[in-house]
């Protein structure tokens, strides 16, 4: 049976927990919005990155719109901005049908499964009446065939594509299939990176991480476990038609890691070779895995244009790292270091505090292992746990005084604990990051045994200022002007990708 075919109106919430919201265009919206094109069907995209006044900006153009589904992507950050959107979308068109997607609903469905598949009482639950009494279509899973079957007349409130036997699911051939992001929905003019100089942007080659970080959110979701990729001449092709069509000569690859698969030296190769045929010079960056990484795919990432990657150590303490099930050892950590200098590889180290076991000495380790790896620039954030990641997942509520606070506890393997807050996602997002030129730039809704939450937060900021002072690493603003960095954190896919 043919489709009817709908005019459909995608939006990007605001991120006003970054500094620069015109940094990366989320490419989940777009990937969904070439889907649409593909098919012939009226297709717009809003959006609201850098947006204060984003309510007036929404009811406007719904009034004006001449769509009826609305699909608003979230990152968990952004669901407090999502929750506004619909409810100004319902306020002005009483007919509108709002589709929430993206890695909070994902997230969110796969902590709720998770936790009635082995009878837990979980705050999953809660979160996920969140997403029920807000939307009136939740997509949990690939959105690019999903958005199809979420604006029909008779669309079910929750279509879960998180399942590896749905038709649904994204195959590696699928993902070759599919058209490239429509970029030429939004205004990418208005999107600033830049590496080494060059005028960049970001893609994505492949999808998911197989590992079992605690922390990590998408552990129980197959959309964001499974690892699926894209072909070598397909991602060729990509950088290309990126290139010819608007001259990007620089890409950030965001895929998780980039060195999951063999195949990644057969793609660095091409993509030098690609380079060569159009005379251009590559200027790149991307995520490795530490334990993963070798001298070959360190020379070949230098050849095809690398001078920079990103390395999630987390932490410089052994017991922490165990306690994380990261993978990698800290002998690992200083070889990868090691490599990524003998073969001119800069190296940015990400870095997170406030995992079972934390303690004033762990931090110590961290701050003392940074100083002696040097890395050429690093980030150190205090942890919040997602919906769908095991701190999350396998906490279990501590009993509480009248009055205080829910409070829940997650238990590493060894018997260190994590206490954690209950964050309302609907509504606050002060736990993304913060401004480390501010004493109260972090906010910490996490502690351990051995540190609370105030002192966690003063021994990151020390940290931070310690180790950019001993090792003279400037924060490196995403543009003039700003007085401090902001990496992104969560992947950025809509009703997802």
Known sequence: MARLVRSVCLIIPPSPFLTDEHVFPFLGPLKVGSMLKDAKWPVKVIDLAGKTDFIRDIENAVSNSESQCFGITATTPQFPAAVQIAKAIHRVRKDARSIIGGTHATLTVAARKYAEERRMVGRAAASYRQLEDNFDVIVSGDGEETIFL????????????????????LTNEMLDATPFPARDLIDLDSYHYFIDGVRATSLIAQLGCPYNCGFCAGRASSMLRKIRTRSAENIVKEMKFLYQTYGYRGFMFYDDELNLTPK????????????CELGVEWKLRGFIKSERFNDEQAQVMFEAGFREI???????????????????????????????????????????????????????LTLNWLLKVKPAAFDATVITPYPGSPYYDDALPVPVVDGENPVWVYSAKNGDRLYQEAVDYAKTADYYKGNPNEDDGYVSH??????????????RNELEKTVRAKLDIPLTPSRPGEVYERSMGQSPPLIPS
Do not use: Y
């Open 150 to 169: 979420a604006t029909e007349d008779n669309a079910p409130k929750l279509i879960d594509a998180d399942d590896r036997r749905s038709p649904l699911f």
């Open 264 to 275: 990644m030296v057969d793609l660095m190769k091409m993509i030098t070779q690609a380079g």
């Open 310 to 364: 990103l390395i999630g150590f987390e932490s410089g303490s052994p017991r922490i790292l165990k306690n994380i099930q990261k993978g990698a050892t800290l002998d690992d950590n200083t070889r990868c270091m090691e490599i990524a200098d003998r073969r001119g590889l800069k190296v940015k180290a990400l870095m997170s505090l406030g995992h079972p076991g934390e303690s004033e000495e762990t931090i110590e």
């Open 446 to 459: 996490v502690w351990t045994d051995f540190i609370d939450a105030r002192t966690l937060v003063l021994r």
